[in-house]
């Protein structure tokens, strides 16, 4: 080894590295599943960086992860022939945490173990899991199509450096090696580890191999001696998506869902599909059971995992799905994309535009049949989601009727701030004659119930929706019409209740304007540079009087947001 040094741990890695050796340690079985993914990733990096550098491969094209174990000496090692790193790279990658937002993360974890664990989850354990079973972890890599002697060694114990220095070593790629903590020796065994890839990393497409073990009572006796130990697969080592729904079962899907979403929680639902003709693609897509930390970090990483012929293209990919539709997970695997492609050519890609309408209606489609067939996971799903839902209709305008049709709301109708009233609920329960849909918006629940604009409509048994979100009055003036109905803000202009009023209604609000004319006329005159006009008004029943604001005026809550931002 030359060129030893020794590098201190970023302040971020010191803290996860301790807040997950304690709170993940029920489920340390898990660093197992976050090597064999990045033996996965690399490899597949390497097949991508290979398409227009075929030397990368070192006339080496196989790709497969070899899983070793070391009873005495207490060790693992997960091995891959992938793209490898060079010093700058380990340096960039395991002694840093890259991701954006990951102080505030961090400041956000409780101390308290089951929601840390939650969250820590979220965020993506990675390779740094390895210090949950090991005392020390040693990483011995090359990157492809680099020269033997660029070889590098890092190793740590997890507290708070690493030493890294230059090696020789031959074969491109990665290899991991654990010394297992005491009491952590039950992972240097075969059957162990055989069940675990079989749990967490069956869908890798990449062969994971072991030495093939004899079988109790198959001794050496009879066998040929000098016999090379054989290697086995113990995944399936096809790609999931490509396989058939049917062959597929729940678990299977959650693995992968945790695979390629780095997400600890299982997903709240998923569509898997395939479609062939002029179009062809295959797509698996999650509805993710949290939200992640930075969902409403506009810069935040975003968009599908993007495979073309089954070919790793790139993570991320934000051109299929619209901004609203930003949480869903999963892989789109396409043939009408070509392999040269990359997110310049993405886009203006006409093919993209095609795919990222087909996604989008695949996944409204999938929250449709959530909506229809679990009520308490599509109401899971709205509290998780609804407001970043909200921003759709505005976005989205193709698809404006399916999303109306996914909003929930609170409303009159059960008076508690649970978002559980469709469009369509409101609409089977509008009264004879009424046509338009009507809503308020205010800072706060409680406001909205309480607004004495509400009198008119409790006295007539009209459901209003009660709206009290930041983004819901800007959501609801990019509302036209449900259904054939119209929205009225009911504390905006005339309120006409239409044919839900009574001639006898009509009659006597006429009366009543009469007997007043000269004291609406004083009104008038004394609120003149304070308000438009002081009108007669059956939208009262308790209160005297209320203040309305015109049809086209900006809604009281749009009034304040704009003011607070200083115009
Ligand atoms: P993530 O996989 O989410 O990026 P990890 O903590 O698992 O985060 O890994 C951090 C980074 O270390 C990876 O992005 C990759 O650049 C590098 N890395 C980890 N394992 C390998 C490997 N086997 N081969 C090449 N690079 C790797
Ligand atoms: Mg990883």
Known sequence: ETQKETLG???EVKQLLHLMIHSLYSNKEIFLRELISNASDASEKLRFEALHNDALYEGDTDLDIRIEFDKEAGTVSIEDRGIGMNRQDVIDHLGTIAKSGTAGFLSSLTGDQAKDSQLIGQFGVGFYSAFIVAQRVDVYTRRAGESADNGVHWSSTGEGDFTIASIDKAQRGTRIVLK??????????GFRLRSLVRKYSDHISIPVKMLKEALPGETEEGQEESKAPELESVNSATALWTRSKSDLNDEEYQEFYKHISHDFSDALTWSHNKVEGNLEYTSLLYVPE???YDLWNREAPRGLKLYVQRVFIMDQADQFLPLYLRFIKGVVDSNNLSLNVSREILQKDPSVDKLRSALTKRVLDMLSKLAKNDADKY???WTTFGQVMKEGPAEDMANRDKILKLLRFASTHSGTAEQNVSLEDYVGRMQEGQKKIYYVVADSFNTAKNSPHLEVFRKKGIEVLLLSERIDEWMMSQLFDFDGHSFQDVTKGELDLGETESEEEKQK????????EGLIER?????????????ITHRLTDSPACL???DYDMGLQMRRIMEAAGQ
């Open 290 to 292: 949290n939200a992640p």
């Open 180 to 189: 297992l903590k005491e009491g952590e020796e039950e992972f240097a065994d």
């Open 548 to 550: 309305v604001i015109g």
């Open 379 to 381: 109401a899971k799903f």
């Open 523 to 535: 009104l008038n005159k004394v609120l003149e540079d304070k308000v438009d006009s002081v009108r």
């Open 9 to 11: 741990f970023q302040t």
């Open 509 to 516: 609000l006429e009366e009543v304007a009469k007997e007043h």
